[in-house]
């Protein structure tokens, strides 16, 4: 057992200890650098490559509903708590509702639970992220245009990758090549 969550949890923990041994080594980590390659090109491209070569069935369906419950569920339990604490809800309700879970959750899935794992937590981060641009950023800034959420590429890529999968069809091989080749990088990126 103790072999098998060190196969789990040693790629996650290796790889965020390689950044941080690198920036205390006083060595240039540009992280506004990462986290753009991150947002517009990796995580989209990783959303799009998984998400358009999947069986979609009612379970996944299911599980996406499940996710936006639980949203549902964590703003229903946190505002009353915020409340009671005195604390100002408009700040602190989208940080109870949507996790930040892609750093270490997708690859903690992937190796916990294979690609049918990755699947899963796509799926949630998908969800959870459209949310986020949407009713998390609402929540903060109390704008409800929906700028910000046309403004996010991994809405694009999911997009993309539903209308393949509503035609019944995989993308082009060099598209999924070049999607699988690009969304590769953004665990680790993410871990560093």
């Known amino acids: ?22 920036t205390q080594r006083g060595r240039d980590f540009d992280t506004t650098l990462v986290t753009n390659i991150v947002y517009y ?5 990783l959303v799009f490559s998984t998400l358009s070569v999947i069986e979609f069935d009612a379970a996944l369906g299911r599980f996406a509903l499940a996710a936006v419950a639980s949203f549902v569920g964590f703003a229903v339990l946190g505002a009353p708590i915020l409340l009671a604490l005195k604390m100002p809800v408009r700040t602190y309700l ?10 270490m959750g997708l690859p903690i899935c992937l190796f916990a639970f294979g690609e049918a794992g990755l699947v899963l937590a796509v799926i949630y981060f998908s969800v959870a992220a ?14 409800t245009t929906p700028t910000r959420l046309l403004k996010t590429p991994l809405v694009y890529a999911a997009g993309a990758a539903l209308i393949f999968q509503g035609f019944g069809t995989t993308p082009p091989d060099w598209l999924a090549n070049t999607a699988s080749l690009m969304g590769g990088m953004t665990i ?4 560093l």
């Open 1 to 22: 057992m103790f072999f098998e969550i060190l196969a789990i949890m040693a790629p996650v923990v290796l790889i965020a200890g390689l950044g941080a041994v690198w």
């Open 41 to 45: 090109f990796g995580a989209p491209a």
């Open 94 to 103: 989208s940080t109870l509702m949507f996790p930040n879970m892609g750093n």
């Open 130 to 143: 459209v949310a986020h641009y949407t009713i998390g950023v609402w929540l903060l800034s109390g704008e």
């Open 188 to 191: 680790p990126l993410l871990l």
